[in-house]
């Protein structure tokens, strides 16, 4: 999809999100508009899985449209805050599943995946995804700011412009949360036993 297709496409999503924040429409309204791109988001992280995992594409990105569209009242402001509300659930429903099989003891089944700059990690890991979710947790009990910015940057790869627009901080804020996160977040692996 070109540019001008790609506008076209966050512009339907915007105008259906506030749509659906001024009960004008629902938000099975969103499903058709977000559907691919979800598939996308959710097929990035489950190849970061090894190849034995149970859990399929359209079923995390249906458990995730269970869970964002059922939402009695849902605040997204924009594709931006919906896409990153969708990498929250499927961060918790992977682990959630991973949990259910049992598969928890230092990642169980989860590939290791670099912390590093850029936005996604490389196909040269070294950081166990279940190890990752478990440090989030903890730092997000620490500082959710700080919790939310890494979810946003490293399971989705937003940019920290979309960042600072999802959480109204300025960018800055942003770039230093990510770096103090980061440096964290090593540690936290680190003491764990996670290099």
Same mark, same amino acid.
């Given at each position: 999809?070109?540019?001008?297709?790609?506008?076209?496409?966050?512009?339907?999503?915007?105008?259906?999100? $506030?749509?659906?924040?001024?009960? /004008?429409? %629902?938000?099975? !309204?969103?499903?058709? +508009?977000?559907?691919?791109?979800?598939?996308? #988001?959710?097929?990035?992280?489950?190849?970061?899985?090894?190849?034995?995992?149970?859990?399929?594409?359209?079923?995390l990105v249906h458990d995730v449209a269970i869970r964002l569209l059922g939402q009695a009242e849902p605040d997204?402001?924009?594709?931006?805050?919906?896409?990153?509300?969708?990498?929250?659930?499927?961060?918790?429903i992977l682990a959630d599943h991973a949990r259910r099989k049992g598969t928890t003891k230092r990642g169980g089944?989860?590939?290791?995946? $670099?912390?590093?700059?850029?936005? /996604?990690? %490389?196909?040269? !890991?070294?950081?166990? +995804?279940?190890?990752?979710?478990?440090?989030? #947790?903890?730092?997000?009990?620490?500082?959710?700011?700080?919790?939310?910015?890494?979810?946003?940057?490293?399971?989705?790869?937003?940019?920290?412009?979309?960042?600072?627009?999802?959480?109204?901080?300025?960018?800055?804020?942003?770039?230093?949360?990510?770096?103090?996160?980061?440096?964290?977040?090593s540690r936290e692996l680190r003491k764990g036993g996670v290099t």
């Open positions: 999809m070109g540019k001008q297709g790609m506008d076209r496409a966050n512009h339907a999503i915007s105008d259906v999100l $506030a749509n659906i924040r001024a009960g /004008r429409a %629902s938000t099975t !309204d969103l499903l058709p +508009l977000v559907y691919e791109d979800l598939r996308k #988001q959710a097929s990035n992280l489950l190849r970061r899985r090894r190849v034995g995992h149970t859990l399929q594409t359209t079923a997204w402001q924009d594709r931006i805050h919906f896409f990153a509300a969708a990498a929250r659930a499927m961060s918790q089944g989860w590939k290791r995946v $670099a912390l590093h700059e850029g936005t /996604r990690p %490389s196909n040269s !890991d070294n950081i166990d +995804l279940m190890a990752l979710h478990e440090a989030l #947790q903890k730092l997000g009990e620490m500082d959710q700011r700080m919790g939310r910015v890494v979810e946003c940057r490293f399971f989705t790869g937003m940019k920290m412009e979309e960042i600072a627009h999802v959480l109204s901080v300025s960018i800055s804020t942003v770039e230093s949360d990510w770096s103090t996160a980061r440096a964290w977040l």
